[in-house]
């Protein structure tokens, strides 16, 4: 019970901390922002790139142009608030949550993303 | 054989093991058949003991043949695998930390997780119980080497990129 309690606290305080820098700092603008290992070591886009610039521009009400930055991360912000719904406030959600479709075709939509990214910008 | 009970403090009976079970003993209800030196508690009765520590306790119930599937699993079932009609709950997916690695940390780790996180389903969707706890587990610790590695790595350019940035600070003073 009081891990669960410092782990909720440990957890507001990152989300707390990691919304005020990325609404003060551009990401784009400033060097203290942690590179993409992918990208440093082979110089090619991880599914991942570009989702610090879009939290950057979403905090800013930018939505077009956080689409633009990793369309993937603004996609992946609402979907996660739902998984993260504890079954027993939804039950009725658990069978999305726990269809084998749903992990399967994220998959596919990542790696697609990964490799079209890459081929096509 | 026959026995005697005290239920709600009157002696009743002869009756049957099988009638006795079904009235709603207990582990402390008194029984008495003949042979017997006096009024024993029916936990301790060897015919009544049994029945009892087969979940034979809650009063006002009739006696309830157990799942025959629950004791002795079917052969050709490995342990842990699949009781016929006992059905575990599915162990947690751990897709939505899965997501957030994969997009946060940037690393090959997150792919992984979601890879296992998917196997949980699939495992879990076949009956394959024990199978869906292991890809359970394994989901939980790629998610969780990933968000480690990720914010190590992170620390340490943050704290490197602030170094140079003193350096520089102090140089060009």
Sequence with gaps: MLRRA??????????????TVYTLYD????????????KAATGLDCPGCGSQRAFHALLHGEVRAALGYNPLAVAAIPL????????????????????????GSILVIVVAWWILRNLLW | MVYYVILNGTQQGPF??????????TAET???????ADWTPAGQVADFATRLNNGFQQPGQGWQQPNPGYQQPA????????????????PPNYLAWAIIVTILCCLPFGIVAIVKSSSVNNAY???????????????????????????VISVF?????????????????
């Design chain 2, 125 to 151: 969707a076949m009956g394959d119980y024990a199978r869906a706890y292991r890809e359970s587990q394994s989901a939980k610790n790629w998610c969780i080497w990933g968000a480690v590695t990720g914010v």
């Design chain 1, 80 to 103: 996660i608030g739902v998984l993260l719904i504890p079954d027993r406030c939804m039950p009725r959600l658990q069978r999305f949550k726990r269809s084998p479709w749903l992990s």
């Design chain 1, 6 to 19: 410092a782990l909720i606290i440990l957890l507001v305080l990152t989300v707390g901390i990691a919304l």
């Design chain 2, 75 to 90: 052969p050709g079932f490995a342990p842990g695998q699949n009781f016929g009609g006992d059905v575990p709950p599915c």
């Design chain 2, 30 to 36: 008194p029984v008495w058949c003949e042979g017997m």
């Design chain 2, 16 to 25: 049957s093991v099988d009638q006795i079970c079904a009235m709603g003993i």
């Design chain 1, 27 to 38: 990401p784009a603008g400033h060097s203290f922002f942690p590179k993409c290992m992918f």
């Design chain 2, 157 to 173: 350019y943050v704290g490197a990129m602030a170094c140079t940035g003193m350096f520089a600070a102090l140089g060009s003073m």
